[in-house]
């Protein structure tokens, strides 16, 4: 490269020198007469003034160029500086709101809104800093103008959701996951949030078709999804009933029982509509297929009114065939003891107690309320009926409705619980090992019969659960 450049140079040297050469050799004389004025000069003069005009020329436009040029580099490297500090206060106020730092966070939300010309980003900065602040007004007015950015409105909708969950408007909240469902079904998040809120509104219907495409999306654990599903069709009997379509509430309790017969609502439904229709010998075929794997105290006390038994003995054999089928299980043994007490055969009752764990230290609550019921009304022992009654209190527990998303305990089945909101979590279980003393408090809740009511059982909700699953 270098040669070749030489070379040019060495070529144009050369061509130049030529030229001077030739032109000595031919002199001649130039003369320019302008309003009186005259000038006599050489060629040559002529040609390195021309020469000398043209270097002044372009070294000018040069300057131009460079003057032209200058203001848009300044700005550059100001708006690159600018741009650099907003991003690191955007950066220290996501990591201010990771760390829960509400000031800190608003004060770089206010920086980075200030620097950065991308509101998307800011405005996700600062409604999550206003949100921690409690500023739920801001925190509101942030979410709702992402909603006009094509790529940040699912971001804004949940966002605008939680804020409703937590003002407790639920119906708005239910909107926004409709439109967040909308722009993205596949999203975990939104399918059970969606569910759970329609679950809790009662729009069964909906729930069950947004069910579905949590179980068509892989979203939902197909065992889940079958359980959730029989208990949105007992909620849809009940409507129905209401509705006055008593067919249409038959079949929903017979779908949902060929569903999931485990469930103890399930069972409950179907029966109690059989024997409404004064089908009581099917009802009582329905209750005995689903005590094996669904005992309660409430399918008994529907088994004996279906039956129509009055004659306490009678209504013991009744209980001793619906329990044939799974004798050995706690509510099978205090159905019948309840039953024997009312018979007043105290050694059956007695037997049957005793077989089911009274005597052990860990016996439930319920057994010892019996054995006190037992020597109350057998030997009219004061002193013993203390004792079990102090062991009833001192009981670890008993099976009961339990909400196995919040652990909260209910006097009743309930399709969504009141204390989380979760759709068929309630089930009727033993207390976990630590909760004694709160299942020893709600335990007598859990020996009334059932009044009206039905069942329900559900997926755990996620995070939205608020939202859920
Ligand atoms: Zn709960």
Redesign the pocket.
Known sequence: MTLVRTLVWFVLLVVAMTLAVWLVERPGVVTVQWHGWRLDTSVGVVLIVIVVLCVLAALLYALWRWLAGAPSTVFDIWGESRRRKGYRALTQGMVAVAAGDAAEAQRCARLAEKLLEEPPLTRLLSAQAAQLAGDRDAAQRYFAAMLDDPQMAFLGLRGLMMQSLKDGNSSKALAYAEQAFQRRPDTPWVVRSLFDMQAQAGKWSAAQETLQVGLKRKIVDPERGRTLSALLLVERSRAAERGGADQDAVDHARAALALAPEREPVAYRYAELLIKRGDGRKAMKAIERAWPVSPHPDLAQLYLAAAGEKDALKRVQALSRLTAGNPDDLDSRIALARECLEARLWGEARRHLVAAGAERPDAPTRLCRLMADLEEQEYGDGEKVRQWLARAADSPGDRQWR??????VHDRWLAV?D????FG??EWQMPPPSSHAVAAAAATSTLRLRPEQEVLPPDPPAEAKAPAS
């Open positions: 909400c196995r998303s919040c652990g909260a619980c204390s989380c909101a979760a979590t309630t």
